[in-house]
């Protein structure tokens, strides 16, 4: 029996599962009519049922087998399993009861997590985001400008996102995220284009939330300042470099996603090398010499954060390459190759900067 089989089987036997991707009604126990005299039985309605997003996303560089229960009162409500590529998000529309669920999560490399999950009137739905050694779970907010939005608490709707420019192909607006780990907190989101102010609005966010704003489809550096009552944080945002800009209002960092740490060296020549990589980025140097054989390949966890770092790599023979390394989705592992005729070259897996 291979393991997804078994992981498949553990989940469905953990409190009787109604099937795959389907809630499981919650049933009244039928009981004898009562004699005269005697109490009538007592019947607890079934909890209001609500639709919501539910999200596994695999920011790592390996294909994961994930299963997913939700649970209510000890009972499964939501069960599936999904087959995630490096980089893939799957977002499910799922019918969950209001009020406190449990969350778990199993793969096929050894993660199992748990989280509670509160269903309200607030909530998009929860964002599962799976790790090499773990998961974060959090709660979703999307917050269109044009449009109501549950956690708005001030300013003025936009007339957004921006429409595109022509340049590029464009399948989704880039956006930005705002990650609240913390207490709740009323937090105001300004973006400026050029001088000229898009996006002045005050949202109170959950803990451990995350909200959504999506703002533009247009080529630009875009300025972005956060104000909370405990700090003020100011960014720069390059569209359509970084699709995604996240900022966090607890320490005030800022970034492009979860951060792909790991830079692949390889020597493919028949010959063997030593490569000279230095890493930059944010005032830190990353910088390592490494003797490799003919044919042989190592990971480096250079950095550990997301965003932008520009990576220098050099041989002995004098040939060297540079370039920028996006640390984060949607751009897959990053890796240095020498190749079969001593050059060396700079290659990053999925979409480049505009």
């Known amino acids: 029996m291979d393991r997804r089989t078994l992981l498949s089987l553990v989940a469905t036997g953990m409190a009787g599962l109604a099937g795959c991707g389907s809630p499981e009604d919650e ?7 009562p004699e005269e005299g005697t109490q009538p039985p007592t019947t607890t309605p079934p909890a ?8 596994v996303w695999n920011p790592t560089p390996d294909p994961v087998f994930t299963t997913v229960v939700v649970a209510r ?3 499964d409500v939501y069960f599936d399993t999904v087959d995630l590529v490096p980089g893939e998000r799957n977002t499910s529309r799922v019918t969950v009861p209001l009020g406190a669920t449990d969350v778990l999560v199993e793969t096929d490399t050894g993660i199992r997590a748990r989280s509670g999950w509160t269903v309200d009137g607030v909530g998009d739905g929860l964002e599962v985001v799976l790790g090499r050694e773990g998961a974060e779970f959090w709660g979703r907010v999307a917050c269109h400008p044009s449009r109501e939005c549950s956690v708005a608490d001030g300013g003025e709707a936009a ?10 192909r464009w399948y989704a607006p880039a956006g930005l995220v705002v990650e609240n780990s913390g207490d709740e907190t009323n937090a105001r989101l300004r ?12 949202y109170r966010i959950p803990t451990q939330t995350r909200l959504s704003v999506p703002v533009t489809y247009r080529t630009g550096t875009y300025d972005v300042v956060l104000e909370t009552d405990e700090q003020t944080v100011e960014t720069e945002w390059p569209v359509p470099a970084e699709p995604t800009k996240y ?3 607890q320490s005030g960092s800022v970034g ?13 020549d028949d010959e063997p090398h030593r490569l000279t990589v230095r890493v930059e980025s944010d005032g830190e140097t990353f910088e390592q010499s490494i003797e490799l054989a003919a044919g042989e390949a190592r990971d480096l966890v250079p950095v550990v954060e997301s965003g932008p770092k520009q990576v220098f790599a050099r041989l002995e023979t004098g040939a060297e390459a540079s370039g ?5 989705p949607p751009r897959g592992p990053a890796s240095v190759v020498v190749d079969a005729t001593g050059s060396v070259a700079l290659a990053t897996a999925g979409p480049k900067p505009g």
């Open 73 to 75: 009162d000890g009972r």
């Open 324 to 328: 920028t390394w996006w640390s984060c």
């Open 256 to 268: 492009c996603g979860p951060a792909n740490t790991t830079l692949t060296v390889a020597n493919q």
């Open 247 to 249: 900022i966090d209002t």
């Open 27 to 33: 049933t009244e126990t039928e009981t004898p009519t």
């Open 159 to 168: 007339d957004l996102p921006l429409v595109g420019d022509g340049s590029g």
């Open 48 to 55: 209001e049922r609500v639709e919501r997003e539910l999200s």
């Open 191 to 202: 973006v400026s284009l050029s001088g000229v102010t898009l996006l002045d609005r005050t």
